[in-house]
T-cell receptor, first 114, second 112 residues
Framework: AQSVTQLDSQVPVFEEAPVELRCNYS??????LFWYVQYPNQGLQLLLK??????LVKSINGFEAEFNKSQTSFHLRKPSVHISDTAEYFC????????????FGKGTMLLVSP | SQTIHQWPATLVQPVGSPLSLECTVE??????LYWYRQAAGRGLQLLFY??????ISSEVPQNLSASRPQDRQFILSSKKLLLSDSGFYLC???????????FGQGTRLTVV
């Protein structure tokens, strides 16, 4: 079975500062990794994913994450955050199969203040 | 394009009452369908998933059940709600063989 650990339940940061949201996973087999974002009272939106190939993946709104197999990590970073980035971020893992039963971390609330 | 509809958005139900939450997907056929529950501070927990009509897999034994009467329809039910059933319920779908899931807007259920 797989598990995901998001070490920080809340990360406060000032606007235009850099941020890193940490994610570590545990699995005995190869995995796919995902970051989802959730705005208040809404569903989850896929932010970015790692399936194979380049270990650095990027989203269209400036976020990036790097898959580190030796450290079993998939940390999310952004060099300069905006107020609108305030949301909850979930790291998730799945194993290659015909359906994507995702295992989620408990989430990290990113709070961006002016 | 594909869309997923989930309703109602909010629901307040008394303890012991029945529950029916509905989810439908448009723009695709034979999707994999999922029900997740989100409790504060606990992340998302997979409740049920389905790879076809009438095929339901349960991940967690509980007071809930799921059904898939049509290819793109997924229903979450309960005969008698408990206080512990309160939470945010999310429906999701994915394509067979494709990894990422796409989520609905969720239903906030409060059992009183």
């Amino acid at each position: 079975a797989q598990s995901v650990t998001q070490l920080d339940s809340q990360v406060p940061v000032f606007e235009e500062a850099p941020v890193e949201l940490r994610c570590n996973y545990s699995s005995s087999v190869s995995v796919y990794l995902f970051w989802y974002v959730q705005y208040p009272n809404q569903g989850l939106q896929l932010l970015l994913k790692y399936l194979s190939g380049s270990t650095l993946v990027k989203s269209i709104n400036g976020f990036e994450a790097e898959f580190n197999k030796s450290q079993t990590s998939f940390h999310l970073r952004k060099p300069s955050v905006h107020i609108s980035d305030t949301a909850e971020y979930f790291c998730a893992v799945s194993v290659p199969s015909g359906y994507s039963t995702l295992t989620f971390g408990k989430g990290t609330m990113l709070l961006v203040s002016p | 394009s594909q869309t997923i509809h989930q309703w109602p958005a909010t629901l307040v139900q008394p303890v012991g009452s029945p529950l029916s939450l509905e989810c439908t997907v448009e723009g695709t056929s034979n999707p994999n369908l999922y029900w997740y529950r989100q409790a504060a501070g606990r992340g998302l927990q997979l409740l049920f998933y389905s790879i076809g009509i009438g095929q339901i897999s349960s991940e967690v034994p509980q007071n809930l059940s799921a059904s898939r009467p049509q290819d793109r329809q997924f229903i979450l039910s309960s005969k008698k709600l408990l206080l512990s059933d309160s939470g945010f319920y999310l429906c999701a779908w994915s394509r067979t063989g494709i990894t990422e899931a796409f989520f609905g807007q969720g239903t906030r259920l409060t059992v009183v």
